[in-house]
């Protein structure tokens, strides 16, 4: 099965992963010393990957491809797929090949199954939460760039399993003006008025208070993001934009404030929590000797 996203070397993240684990480059590393000294070389396995909670899976292919990389020969069935959400007990993925391989693959597999669907199971309850009675249907979520270095288009993958759309990937794929920016370049207009001049293709502006609004769109802003407002400042900031350009709700935003702050009009609302904050999710891998 091929798994690729824009922006991951899957082939590389396997490679340095397991690196990492074997400890390559290290006086004495380079090896599985467990499954070196206790597996037999030509022993085989076959094991199942479940989830002992309610979850949304994600990162199942990449869980693959480790297994893959060691044992290339290795029969995997996926008994699910990324996006789907299963119960409690839900068995994910088969997989059997050479002992050694397996065991030595399975740590690396295991903790990006429970990052990746820790990440999407969070994200859509956020999405449920913001939809709720009293939220609104029409909101989007968003995420953000906190996210772990080398782990971006993998965990932003994730929210998109959750329900979630990606923000921006990256600082190069639009301007984001936030409050220091505004701060060195003097104010909100002179700042939007620098990207303008300098051509950049999509301009989001950060404001704070509502007497902001106008000079941001007067001087060319793409899309303004709300910055820690409560719901009514929400409302008022969406009435005084009529429609002109996308509205975000940013700051302050948590599953027990999300419904009200969507209520209020706004296109979208960004939450950093959703790959900042998201627990793994709980998710064993068993094997039996064949």
Same mark, same amino acid.
């Given at each position: 099965?091929? $798994?690729?996203?824009?922006?991951? %070397?899957? %082939? +590389? $993240?396997?490679? *340095?992963?397991?690196?990492?684990?074997?400890?390559?480059? @290290? =006086?004495?590393?380079?090896?599985?010393? !467990?499954?070196?000294?206790?597996?037999?070389?030509?022993?085989? $396995?076959?094991?199942?990957?479940?989830?002992?909670?309610?979850?949304?899976?994600?990162?199942?292919?990449?869980?693959?491809? $480790?297994?893959?990389?060691?044992?290339?020969?290795?029969?995997?069935?996926?008994?699910?797929?990324?996006?789907?959400k299963v119960p409690a007990g839900t068995d994910l993925m088969?997989?059997?090949?050479?002992?050694?391989?397996?065991?030595?693959?399975?740590?690396?597999?295991?903790?990006?199954?429970?990052? @990746?669907?820790?990440?999407?199971?969070?994200t859509q309850a956020y999405v449920t939460a913001m939809r709720? =009675?009293?939220?609104?249907?029409?909101? !989007?979520?968003?995420?953000?760039?906190?996210?772990?270095?080398?782990?971006? *288009?993998?965990?932003?993958?994730?929210?998109?399993?959750?329900?979630?759309?990606?923000?921006?990937?990256?600082?190069?794929?639009?301007?984001?003006?936030?409050?220091?920016?505004?701060?060195?370049?003097?104010?909100? +207009?002179?700042?939007? +008025?620098?990207?303008?001049?300098?051509?950049?293709?999509?301009?989001?502006?950060?404001?704070?208070?509502?007497?902001?609004?106008?000079?941001?769109?007067?001087?060319?802003?793409?899309?303004? @993001?709300?910055?820690?407002?409560? +719901?009514? !400042?929400?409302?008022?900031?969406?009435?005084?934009?009529?429609?002109?350009?996308?509205?975000?709700?940013?700051?302050?935003?948590?599953?027990? !404030?999300?419904?009200?702050?969507?209520?209020?009009?706004? %296109?979208?609302?960004?939450?950093?929590?959703?790959?900042?904050?998201?627990? *793994?999710?709980?998710?064993?891998?068993?094997?039996? =000797?064949l």
């Amino acid at each position: 099965m091929s $798994f690729s996203l824009p922006g991951l %070397d899957l %082939d +590389a $993240f396997v490679r *340095a992963t397991l690196a990492e684990d074997l400890g390559e480059g @290290l =006086p004495g590393g380079g090896r599985d010393v !467990t499954s070196e000294s206790v597996i037999p070389a030509e022993a085989r $396995f076959s094991g199942v990957m479940d989830s002992r909670d309610a979850i949304v899976v994600a990162g199942l292919p990449v869980a693959a491809a $480790f297994f893959r990389h060691l044992d290339p020969d290795c029969t995997i069935t996926m008994l699910v797929h990324d996006g789907d959400k299963v119960p409690a007990g839900t068995d994910l993925m088969r997989i059997e090949g050479a002992a050694r391989a397996l065991l030595t693959a399975e740590r690396s597999a295991l903790n990006i199954v429970q990052h @990746l669907s820790g990440i999407a199971t969070l994200t859509q309850a956020y999405v449920t939460a913001m939809r709720a =009675p009293g939220g609104n249907p029409a909101c !989007t979520l968003l995420d953000t760039r906190k996210t772990l270095p080398g782990l971006r *288009a993998l965990e932003k993958y994730a929210t998109r399993q959750g329900g979630a759309q990606n923000h921006r990937m990256g600082l190069w794929d639009a301007a984001m003006i936030k409050d220091n920016h505004i701060a060195v370049a003097g104010s909100v +207009a002179e700042a939007v +008025a620098r990207a303008r001049e300098a051509g950049v293709a999509r301009i989001i502006c950060e404001v704070d208070r509502l007497e902001q609004i106008e000079p941001a769109l007067a001087a060319g802003a793409h899309h303004l @993001l709300l910055d820690n407002m409560d +719901a009514a !400042t929400l409302a008022e900031a969406v009435r005084l934009v009529a429609g002109r350009v996308p509205t975000e709700a940013s700051g302050g935003v948590n599953l027990d !404030t999300i419904a009200a702050k969507a209520a209020s009009g706004v %296109d979208y609302i960004s939450v950093g929590r959703i790959t900042q904050s998201a627990p *793994a999710a709980d998710i064993g891998l068993d094997f039996a =000797p064949l």
